[in-house]
C-alpha cells in the first residue's frame, strides 16, 4: 500500500467516525421525538403527512401490530411497484420507449426493493425508464430504509420500557427517519455529486459520434438524485449497470470518497444512537468496538490479499503482482477493496470494482460479512437487530459461565427472547444454503454459470448470501436474469428481511412487558472488554461453523488451487 493510500484511508476512517458521532445524537433525539433544528422547517409537513394518511401519530401499537403494519406496508409497495414496472410502456417519463420488464424480473426486483436488498438481475439503463428509476426504485430507498430504522426503534424501546403493552407507532417510526435524515442528507450529498459530474436530467439518450466515425448512443437520466439515497439508505441498487465504476455515477475521487463515507455514516451513527436512546452512551461504544474490530480485520485480510496479488501469477515469477483485475484504474486497489469490504458489511450492494475478479480469499471475507446477517454495522435498523441478537446469544453463554438468568440492559432474558434470536441467526443461512444447493444441483442453475469448479460454487454462494443478507452486490460471473434465479433469490430475500425484523418485534414486544431488574455484583458488565471480546468471538464462532464447510468447497479450495497446493 502506498502512503497516499493508507493517508487518505486514515483520513476517510476520522471523518467517518468524526461525522457518525454528532449525527447518531442527532437522530437519538429526533427518534424521541425532541426538538432539533428542523423542527420548525419540518414539523409541520410531518404533521400534513399524519392527516393525509389518516395516522394518530398519539396512539401505541402492541408487538403484533407494529409487526402486522410492516409486512402491509412491505407487501403493499411490493404489488405497487410490480406493477410500475410491467407498464411502464405505458406510463409518461420514458423517452427511451422502453418495454414492460419480463414478469420474473419484475418480481424479484419490486421483491429487492421493498426489501432494501436493491439485487439487479437488469441493467438500468436499458431496463426501466425514468419513471421506474425515479417513482418506483427510488422511492423505496427511501422508505424501505425508513422500515428498517422502525423496526429497530421498536426493538429499543423493548429494552428501555417496563410493563408496557406497546412498542411506538410504525408510521411515526417510518416517517420521522425519512423526513428528518434521509431527504435532507440525499438533498445535500445530490448537490454535491452534481457538481462533480454525475448526471441529473430528463433529457433522453445522447448520441455523439466516435473518434472511429461510429454512432453511440450514452445512456443520461436522474442518476444524482437515487445514487444518493442509494448509498445513504445502504440500498446499493445502481442507476447504471456498472453501479459506482460507472463515470456517470462516480466521476473521480472526491465523488468516491463520499460515497464511501455515505454507505457507512447512517450505519455507524445508528450505534451511538443507540447509546443515546438507552440512556448508557457506554453500550452503544462497547457495540461499536465490537463492530470496528470485525471490520478492520476483514479489511485487513482483504487488503493483504489483495496487495499479494495473485499466487497463480506468483508461481510463474510475477513480482509485484497486485491483483488489478476487475478493478477501476481511477482508484486503485486500495479505494476498490474498501469498498468491496464497506459494501458487504452493510446491507448496500454497490460495487466500484468486480468483486468476480477479487482473489479467493477477500471473495471469502466478502461472503463472511454477508453470512454473519451484516452485523457488522449493517444496513439501516436490521444490522443492529442482527447484531443485537448475537448480543443475547452472548449473554446466554456469560449466563451459564456465572451460573445466572441471563439479562441486558436491565432484561432478563428468557427462552422466549432465545429462541427468537437463535431464528434470526440461523433461519437466514439455512435458507440461503438450501437455495444455493438446489442452484448446484439442477441443470438449470448450472446453466447460468460462466466458471465451472470452485469458482462456480462461489459465484452462486455469494448470490445467496447475497439476497438472504439484504445486500444486493453480485459476485458476477453468473447470469441471474432467469425465471429461476429471479424467483429463489427473490424468496431469499423476504425470508431475509422478514426473518430478522419479526423476530426482532416478537423480542421487543415480550421485553417491554418485564419488569426491569437492579444491577447486582453478579451482573455481567456489557460494556467493558470481555463483553466486546466474547461478542465478536460468539459472531466469529457462529459464521464459522454455519459457513466452513461450503467455503471449503468454493473460496478456499479455489485459494488452494490457484497457490498450487490443492488439486487441480
Known amino acids: 500500500m502506498t502512503m497516499s493510500s493508507a493517508l487518505s484511508l486514515g483520513f476517510w476512517l476520522l471523518a467517518l467516525i468524526g461525522l457518525a458521532v454528532p449525527l447518531g445524537r442527532y437522530m437519538a433525539r429526533v427518534f424521541l421525538g425532541e426538538r432539533v433544528f428542523l423542527t420548525g422547517i419540518l414539523r409541520p409537513f410531518e404533521r400534513f403527512v399524519y392527516r393525509a394518511c389518516g395516522v394518530d401519530e398519539t396512539r401505541e401499537m402492541t408487538a403484533r401490530e407494529y409487526g402486522s403494519s410492516v409486512v402491509v406496508?412491505?407487501?403493499?409497495?411490493?404489488?405497487?411497484?410490480?406493477?410500475?414496472?410491467?407498464?411502464?410502456?405505458?406510463l409518461p417519463l420514458n423517452p427511451e420507449g422502453l418495454a414492460g420488464v419480463h414478469w420474473h424480473t419484475a418480481i424479484n426486483t419490486a421483491i429487492s426493493f421493498v426489501t432494501n436488498t436493491n439485487w439487479q438481475s437488469y441493467g438500468g439503463e436499458y431496463t426501466m425508464s425514468y419513471l421506474s428509476q425515479m417513482f418506483g426504485l427510488a422511492v423505496q430507498n427511501f422508505v424501505s430504509a425508513g422500515v428498517g430504522i422502525a423496526a429497530l426503534l421498536a426493538m429499543v424501546r423493548g429494552f428501555t420500557r417496563k410493563e408496557a403493552g406497546s412498542v411506538g407507532n410504525f408510521w411515526v417510526d417510518l416517517v420521522r427517519p425519512v423526513l428528518y435524515v434521509l431527504l435532507p442528507l440525499s438533498l445535500l450529498l445530490a448537490l454535491i455529486l452534481v457538481s462533480q459530474g454525475v448526471v441529473q436530467t430528463l433529457k433522453p439518450s445522447a448520441t455523439v459520434r466516435t473518434l472511429e466515425g461510429a454512432s453511440q448512443t450514452i445512456a443520461v437520466g436522474p442518476a444524482a438524485s437515487q445514487i444518493a439515497i442509494k448509498q445513504l439508505g445502504s440500498n446499493g441498487g445502481g442507476y447504471f449497470n456498472a453501479n459506482s465504476a460507472h463515470p456517470f455515477e462516480n466521476p473521480n475521487w472526491i465523488s468516491n470518497f463520499l460515497?464511501?463515507?455515505?454507505?457507512?455514516?447512517?450505519?455507524?451513527?445508528?450505534?451511538?444512537?443507540?447509546?443515546?436512546?438507552?440512556?448508557?452512551?457506554?453500550?452503544?461504544?462497547?457495540?461499536?468496538?465490537?463492530?470496528?474490530?470485525?471490520?478492520?480485520?476483514?479489511?485487513?485480510?482483504?487488503?493483504?490479499?489483495?496487495?499479494?496479488?495473485?499466487?497463480?501469477?506468483?508461481?510463474?515469477?510475477?513480482?509485484?503482482?497486485?491483483?488489478?483485475?476487475?478493478?477501476?484504474?481511477?482508484?486503485?486497489?486500495?479505494?476498490?477493496?474498501?469498498?468491496?469490504?464497506?459494501?458487504?458489511?452493510?446491507?448496500?450492494?454497490?460495487?466500484?470494482?468486480?468483486?468476480?475478479?477479487?482473489?479467493?480469499?477477500?471473495?471469502?471475507?466478502?461472503?463472511?460479512?454477508?453470512?454473519?446477517?451484516?452485523?457488522?454495522?449493517?444496513?439501516?435498523?436490521?444490522?443492529?437487530?442482527?447484531?443485537?441478537?448475537?448480543?443475547?446469544?452472548?449473554?446466554?453463554?456469560?449466563?451459564?459461565?456465572?451460573?445466572?438468568?441471563?439479562?441486558?440492559?436491565?432484561?432478563?432474558?428468557?427462552?422466549?427472547?432465545?429462541?427468537?434470536a437463535v431464528i434470526g441467526v440461523l433461519l437466514p443461512p439455512v435458507v440461503l444454503l438450501t437455495g444455493a444447493a438446489v442452484a448446484v444441483l439442477l441443470p438449470t442453475g448450472r446453466a447460468s454459470l460462466a466458471n465451472p469448479s470452485a469458482h462456480g460454487l462461489s459465484e452462486i454462494l455469494y448470490a445467496y448470501l447475497s439476497a438472504a443478507g439484504n445486500n444486493g452486490s453480485a459476485f458476477a460471473g453468473l447470469n441471474a436474469d432467469t425465471p429461476f434465479y429471479n424467483l429463489t433469490l427473490g424468496f431469499t430475500m423476504l425470508v431475509g428481511r422478514f426473518a430478522t425484523i419479526l423476530p426482532g418485534l416478537a423480542i421487543a414486544g415480550a421485553l417491554a412487558r418485564k419488569k426491569?431488574?437492579?444491577?447486582?455484583?453478579?451482573?455481567?458488565?456489557?460494556?467493558?472488554?470481555?463483553?466486546?471480546?466474547?461478542?465478536?468471538?460468539?459472531?466469529?464462532?457462529?459464521g464459522a461453523l454455519t459457513y466452513f464447510p461450503v467455503f471449503a468447497l468454493g473460496p478456499i479450495l479455489e485459494h488452494l488451487m490457484l497457490s498450487g497446493t490443492g488439486p487441480l
Open 259 to 420: 460515497e464511501l463515507l455515505a454507505i457507512l455514516l447512517i450505519p455507524v451513527a445508528m450505534v451511538f444512537t443507540l447509546g443515546q436512546m438507552l440512556g448508557n452512551p457506554k453500550q452503544g461504544r462497547a457495540l461499536f468496538y465490537a463492530m470496528a474490530v470485525l471490520f478492520l480485520l476483514g479489511l485487513g485480510v482483504v487488503l493483504a490479499s489483495e496487495l499479494a496479488g495473485n499466487p497463480a501469477l506468483r508461481a510463474l515469477g510475477v513480482e509485484h503482482g497486485s491483483n488489478l483485475a476487475g478493478k477501476e484504474t481511477r482508484f486503485g486497489i486500495t479505494s476498490s477493496v474498501l469498498w468491496g469490504q464497506v459494501t458487504t458489511v452493510t446491507s448496500n450492494g454497490s460495487v466500484n470494482s468486480m468483486h468476480d475478479a477479487m482473489t479467493p480469499l477477500t471473495g471469502l471475507v466478502y461472503m463472511f460479512n454477508m453470512g454473519i446477517g451484516e452485523a457488522i454495522f449493517g444496513g439501516l435498523g436490521v444490522g443492529l437487530m442482527t447484531m443485537l441478537f448475537y448480543v443475547i446469544l452472548t449473554m446466554f453463554i456469560a449466563g451459564l459461565m456465572i451460573g445466572r438468568t441471563p439479562e441486558f440492559l436491565g432484561k432478563k432474558l428468557g427462552p422466549f427472547e432465545m429462541v427468537m
Open 73 to 90: 406496508f412491505t407487501l403493499a409497495g411490493l404489488v405497487l411497484l410490480f406493477l410500475l414496472q410491467a407498464l411502464q410502456r405505458l
Open 516 to 542: 426491569r431488574v437492579p444491577l447486582s455484583i453478579a451482573t455481567f458488565p456489557t460494556t467493558g472488554v470481555l463483553f466486546v471480546v466474547m461478542l465478536v468471538a460468539v459472531i466469529i464462532v457462529v
